[in-house]
């Protein structure tokens, strides 16, 4: 003999109107998300470097504006390039910033923003999206 459930709304049964709402999370891109407007910040600066123009000038010459996150990222490292720089100069031993390859030296401005400037991304992600980077395109 199978046993059938009683229906919501009997007696004793809760009914989703009896489930109190749940707070809505903070408004945070998904990590998906966030990796993606990393990497699109990385193609942006780079080609910001390759050309020697501006990070501002390139994100003002695109068709479609990117997401709130790459434009975050290309500004302050835009903003705070020569501190930004003068910290890699001090701890990339036997290496001058100029000399470094274009692509290594934008994704490594990336993530000394990340860890000096926003301190509401975790130093280990920081860290695990710029070696992630790295591992993708670095020479």
């Given at each position: 003999?199978?046993?059938?459930?009683?229906?919501?709304?009997?007696?004793?049964?809760?009914?989703?109107?009896?489930?109190?709402?749940?707070?809505?999370?903070?408004?945070?891109?998904?990590?998906?998300?966030?990796r993606?407007?990393?990497?699109?910040?990385?193609?942006?600066?780079?080609?910001?470097?390759?050309?020697e123009?501006?990070?501002?000038?390139?994100?003002?010459?695109?068709?479609?504006?990117?997401?709130?996150?790459?434009?975050?990222?290309?500004?302050?490292?835009?903003?705070?390039?020569?501190?930004?720089?003068?910290?890699?100069?001090?701890?990339?031993?036997?290496?001058?910033?100029?000399?470094?390859?274009?692509?290594?030296?934008?994704?490594?401005?990336?993530?000394?923003?990340?860890?000096?400037?926003?301190p509401?991304?975790?130093?280990?992600?920081?860290?695990?999206?710029?070696?992630?980077?790295?591992?993708?395109?670095?020479?």
């Amino acid at each position: 003999m199978t046993s059938v459930p009683p229906a919501p709304g009997a007696r004793g049964v809760p009914t989703t109107a009896d489930v109190p709402p749940v707070a809505a999370a903070p408004a945070q891109p998904a990590a998906g998300a966030r990796r993606q407007a990393r990497e699109r910040a990385l193609s942006l600066l780079y080609e910001a470097d390759s050309k020697e123009v501006g990070a501002e000038t390139i994100l003002a010459g695109l068709p479609v504006e990117p997401a709130a996150f790459t434009v975050e990222l290309v500004s302050g490292v835009a903003s705070f390039g020569e501190e930004i720089d003068g910290l890699l100069g001090r701890f990339a031993r036997g290496w001058a910033v100029e000399r470094m390859p274009a692509i290594d030296r934008t994704l490594l401005r990336i993530g000394v923003f990340e860890l000096v400037h926003r301190p509401d991304v975790p130093t280990a992600v920081a860290i695990s999206e710029a070696v992630d980077l790295a591992h993708r395109y670095s020479t």
